[in-house]
C-alpha cells in the first residue's frame, strides 16, 4: 500500500521534477535503512489513496515530469505497483521505479508492457557474503546479478546506486561493485546518513575523513563506470 506522497520533489530524479510515492513493505532488512519505520509498523501511516494521488497530479500537469515509485520496495506490492504504473501512464507522466533488484521477473515484466521510464536499482555491496550483512539477511544473489544483467543489456534508462555505508562499503567493495556493473550509465555514490539509520551501530556521526573517502571512492568508481557521480549532503 502507498503510506506516504511528496507532491513536488527535486532530488529524487536527477535532472527532473517528480513526485514521490512510499510503498510500505520491504524483503530486505538493511541496517542503514532510513524508512525502516515504514516497513517495520506501517499502520502507524495513513493510506494514501489513488484518487488524491491522481487529483494532485493532474493539478501539477506541465511542470512535474514524473512519478517515482519508491518505499520499501515497491515490487513487493506487485499488483498495486502495475496499477499505479498504468494510472500515471494515463495521465500522460513518465514513471521511475527504485528498487533493491530481488525481483527481477517482475522489474522484466514492467518494462516488457512499457510501464516504467527509468530504474534506480541498489547495489548495496559486493556480490558476496557481505551483501547479506549489507540487507540484513540471507538474499538469493542470484536474482540480484539477474536484475544487473538485465539493465545492462536492456533499452530502458537506469543508474545503479550505492550507499556508502561506513563497516559495509571499503575501497575493495567499491573495486568489486564496479566490476559487477561495469560498462553501466551512471552510478551514483550515495552519502550514507546516519541520523535515522535503522540499527544503532551505524547511527553513529560521519567525520571529516568519511568525506575524504568518498572522494576517494569516486575516484575508484570512474575507472569503472566514467558516470559515477556522487549524491548526498558531502
Ligand atoms: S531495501 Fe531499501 S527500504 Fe528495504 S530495508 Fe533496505 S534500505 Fe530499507
Known amino acids: 500500500m502507498i503510506r506516504a506522497f511528496i507532491e513536488t520533489s527535486l532530488v529524487d530524479w536527477d535532472g527532473k521534477i517528480s513526485s ?7 524483503n530486505f532488512r538493511c541496517p542503514f535503512c532510513q524508512n525502516w519505520d515504514l516497513i517495520i509498523n506501517p499502520d502507524k501511516f495513513p493510506v494514501v489513496k489513488w484518487e488524491h494521488i491522481k487529483k494532485k497530479l493532474q493539478n501539477k500537469k506541465g511542470w512535474v515530469d514524473g512519478l517515482v515509485l519508491t518505499g520499501g520496495e515497491p515490487l513487493c506490492c506487485e499488483q498495486e505497483v502495475f496499477q499505479v504504473c498504468k494510472k500515471t501512464k494515463k495521465l500522460g507522466l513518465q514513471v521511475k521505479i527504485d ?3 530481488s525481483y527481477p521477473a517482475i522489474l522484466q515484466n514492467l518494462i516488457k508492457n512499457k510501464l516504467i521510464d ?7 555491496a559486493p556480490i558476496d557474503e557481505r551483501y547479506n550483512t549489507a540487507a540484513g539477511k540471507q538474499i538469493d544473489l542470484e536474482k540480484i546479478k539477474q536484475s544487473i544483467q538485465m539493465l545492462l543489456n536492456g533499452e530502458i534508462d537506469y543508474e545503479f546506486r550505492t550507499t556508502c555505508v561506513p563497516g559495509i562499503i571499503d575501497e575493495n567493495a567499491i573495486h568489486q561493485i564496479g566490476k559487477h556493473i561495469k560498462g553501466a550509465k551512471k552510478w551514483a555514490l550515495q552519502a550514507h546518513v546516519p541520523d535515522n539509520a535503522y540499527k544503532v551501530l551505524y547511527r553513529q556521526s560521519l567525520n571529516p575523513e568519511y568525506y575524504k573517502m568518498l572522494i576517494k571512492y569516486l575516484e575508484i568508481a570512474k575507472k569503472y563506470i566514467p558516470n559515477t557521480i556522487l549524491r548526498g549532503k558531502v
Open 99 to 101: 528498487t533493491n533488484g
Open 118 to 124: 527509468f530504474v534506480a536499482m541498489d547495489i548495496k
Open 20 to 26: 514521490v510515492v512510499f510503498f510500505d513493505k520491504c
